[in-house]
């Protein structure tokens, strides 16, 4: 068993003791080939909840300070964040940014599961925000399914500003994927546009939550 598949099993084994879980739709998931996790975002533990349940690797972007920690501490987080496939991006890069986008569609590129949070940023209040064009280019330009997923009560797990951690049921469902026409980088703005709303209307139908006709304003967490 490789580092990605221990980790991955000793977290999800820990979320479905602590948390007991409700998962619905992991037959939706590509088998082969790449894909788009496209995700509501309500907590910090969001990606490695996701990265941990998903039945193939997801990568998520993580703050590039845990990957530089030192100490135990740092070593044990370092270890964590590399073990379930995250990738470093630092502190204030959008994950809308083209360099972030371009990493993101290397890994499609190779056959992998990424990950992308089309708002943004967490939620503070519990609405669903309008979603940014990033996960429309991805789709276009790669020709990826996107798997859309409704986290449902991950919020109370760490609220905002709280540095514990509060074991709390909550309902990860994975939609079924969304296709898009391969159309490459060079594709109209509009197009973008559309998928993107696509992706964020069934984000909401599984989410169930309230819609927010504006983006998130919350300052990036990195």
């Not at 190779?110 to 939620?123: F, V």
């Not at 020709?143 to 986290?151: H, I, K, M």
């Not at 709280?162 to 060079?186: A, C, E, N």
Request: net charge positive; aromatic share 8%; hydrophobic share 40%.
């Amino acid at each position: 068993m490789g580092v990605y598949d221990l980790t991955r099993a000793s977290t999800r084994g820990l979320i479905a003791s602590l948390c007991r879980p409700t998962v619905i739709g992991l037959e939706n998931v590509p088998a082969t080939g790449p894909f788009i996790v496209a995700a509501n975002h309500l907590s910090f533990l969001d990606s490695v909840l996701t990265q941990a349940l998903m039945p193939r690797p997801v990568a998520f972007f993580a703050k590039a300070e845990y990957f530089t920690g030192t100490g135990v501490k740092g070593a044990a987080m370092r270890t964590f964040f590399e073990g379930v496939g995250s990738i470093p991006v630092e502190r204030g890069q959008q994950a809308a940014s083209v360099a972030a986008l371009k990493t993101l569609l290397d890994r499609l590129e190779d056959g992998s599961g990424i990950g992308i949070y089309p708002e943004g940023t967490r939620s503070r209040d519990g609405l669903l925000y309008r979603g940014r064009t990033g996960v429309g280019w991805l789709a276009l330009t790669s020709g990826a399914p996107v798997v859309p997923v409704g986290l449902i009560g991950t919020e109370n797990l760490q609220p905002a500003g709280k540095k514990w951690i509060k074991p709390q049921h909550f309902t990860m469902k994975v939609g079924r994927p969304l296709y898009f026409s391969k159309t490459g980088p060079d594709h109209a703005l509009p197009a973008r546009r559309q998928a993107t709303d696509r992706v964020m209307d069934a984000i909401a139908e599984l989410s169930g939550q309230e819609r927010a006709g504006s983006y998130n304003q919350n300052k990036p967490e990195g």
